[in-house]
């Protein structure tokens, strides 16, 4: 296989991955948490690497494809330590903006917005949650990209 089929393959499943988040976010009504959203930065990374990558050479982009992988492997096996409570997770929340708000638009906002917590499992399928999931095929994504780097060596 090509170097640029397997960067396709690998950007296009990290477009997968990130649309199913989206799917789940918008059309199946699950707020993300802090955690989820740190979890879907790398995946954006490597869709846009992955344009680039297929029209200019060079191994370290590959490497970036992998790194981008890494760290969103890591976080999603760091999230699912916090589901299943061998961790503690993140002590802050995330919230809109307040620029401009008065005060009784600030206390609505507040009051009316979802609350998401990290170490709660919101979906799972066949006992792994979303987080496990996305650092199980994040790590494949990631011999993916390491494929295409043995390509550029």
Not at 11 to 25: D, E, K, Y
Not at 52 to 77: D, E, Q
Not at 105 to 127: F, H, K, S, T, Y
Not at 129 to 134: E, G, K, L, R, T
């Amino acid at each position: 296989m090509t170097r640029n089929a397997l960067i396709l393959i690998a950007s296009a499943g990290s477009a997968a991955l990130l649309l199913g988040a989206l799917g789940f976010q918008h059309l199946g009504g699950l707020a993300p948490c802090k955690l989820c959203h740190w979890q879907r930065y790398p995946h954006g990374f490597a869709i846009l690497l992955g344009l680039v990558a297929t029209r200019i050479s060079g191994a370290a982009l590959s490497l970036l494809g992998t790194a981008a992988m890494l760290v969103t492997a890591g976080v999603g096996i760091y999230h699912t330590g916090v589901e299943r409570g061998w961790w503690e997770g993140p002590s802050t929340c995330t919230s809109g903006a307040i620029d401009g708000l008065s005060t009784d638009q600030l206390m609505d906002q507040i009051m009316n917005a979802p609350l998401v917590r990290c170490d709660e499992v919101a979906w799972q399928l066949a006992g792994l949650s979303m987080a496990s999931w996305n650092a199980l095929l994040s790590l494949a994504l990631a011999a993916v990209w390491i494929a295409a780097w043995r390509r550029d060596a």
